[in-house]
């Protein structure tokens, strides 16, 4: 790790989890840069829903290296990597991810990262190779992290919900172009979004609820040139808010996050929201967002897209939809494809 966190020819991302980091490294892979997630085994079981319901549903193939802590065959580990080291493969095999033991022989490596590769382009899918104790040697000066100067916060009151969210979608997909990409969350988000208006650049998550951000910072990250609007929600975020952290430090320009919060996970059943009564705009800045705020009408909504990012706007919205918008046409996979080609 400590390798490739100095190395200069490869960007380094340190994810806030495992979790984000196979949504960042998927969100990479969609704008054409092939990504690695490195891990230990005992943060695997965090990273299961990205990537069952991440890249199986949209056939995203990354590179999934996972240290072998508790290696059965190995030396006695700590108690807590017991459990893991034994079941470590079975996982793998149960999330119908191939994988083999990553050599320690130069030559051998070359020959298995070519199985690697030649699986993720045939089939789309995620490979593993699983790190054994001792199979690298040494280590190397990791630079020290930039010196960062925390924003001003104000804190002053929010308005209350006067617009249900597809309100506000109809202004946003007037006020964007097909050069921009929109991200929405799994759930109403997505479908409203698609029953709005249905465009090449648009992604509709399904599952992975609260990756939708970590995501778009890997699509962010690789397409400087465009910008990335990730259409997020209060409960999603709540789930993986570490995400805000990667973001900020990261900070790329290009990234605008969209909250709209109704203090509900509405496509789940209602049940309340544990983000009530956070403040995003504060949460983001304090990680490293250069700007944050909230609307209260939707055409305030035009003018706060435009601005260096990461820009969070939090938009709170009533709860309900104003339509039964009906899921996408598209499967998932057709979805991201058309992404991919549409970014190329």
């Given at each position: ?162 617009f249900t969210r597809q309100r506000f979608l109809e202004v946003l997909v007037k006020a964007t172009v097909s050069l921009d990409v929109l991200l929405a969350s799994t759930g109403y988000t997505g479908r409203e979004l698609s029953d709005c208006m249905d465009r090449e650049n648009h992604l ?141």
């Amino acid at each position: 790790m400590d390798q490739v966190q100095a190395a200069s020819q490869w960007r380094y991302v340190a994810a806030a989890n495992e979790g984000d980091a196979v949504a960042i490294a998927a969100g990479s892979e969609l704008a054409g840069v092939r990504s690695a997630i490195l891990m230990q085994n005992s943060g695997l079981g965090n990273a299961v829903n990205p990537l069952t319901s991440l890249t199986h549903t949209f056939s995203i193939p990354i590179l999934v290296m996972v240290s072998l802590r508790g290696d059965p065959e190995g030396e006695p580990d700590a108690h807590q990597h017991r459990l893991m080291g034994r079941i470590t493969t079975d996982l793998l095999e149960l999330m119908e991810i191939p994988w083999e033991y990553l050599p320690t022989d130069q030559a051998q490596v070359d020959e298995v990262l070519s199985r690697a590769v030649s699986h993720m382009t045939e089939h789309k899918k995620p490979y593993a190779l699983v790190v054994r104790k001792k199979t690298f040697s040494g280590g190397c000066e990791v630079p020290p992290p930039p010196a960062r100067t925390l924003q001003a916060q104000t804190i002053i009151d929010i308005p209350s919900a006067q617009f249900t969210r597809q309100r506000f979608l109809e202004v946003l997909v007037k006020a964007t172009v097909s050069l921009d990409v929109l991200l929405a969350s799994t759930g109403y988000t997505g479908r409203e979004l698609s029953d709005c208006m249905d465009r090449e650049n648009h992604l509709y998550m399904a599952g992975s609820m609260g990756c939708c951000c970590s995501l778009g910072l890997g699509l962010a990250l690789s397409k400087p040139e465009r910008r990335v609007i990730v259409l997020d929600g209060d409960a999603a975020l709540a789930m993986r808010m570490g995400a805000l952290t990667t973001i900020g430090r990261e900070a790329p320009e290009n990234f605008v996050h969209l909250v709209f919060d109704n203090g509900v996970n509405e496509s789940t059943g209602g049940q309340f929201s544990p983000a009530a009564g956070v403040d995003f705009r504060a949460t983001a800045l304090s990680c490293g967002y250069r700007r944050a705020t909230t609307l209260a009408e939707p055409e305030q909504l035009v003018g706060a897209l435009d601005g260096p990012g990461p820009a969070l706007i939090h938009i709170p919205v009533k709860t309900g939809a104003d339509g039964a918008s009906p899921r996408p046409e598209l499967s998932p996979e057709d979805v991201a494809q058309r992404l991919r080609e549409h970014l190329s």
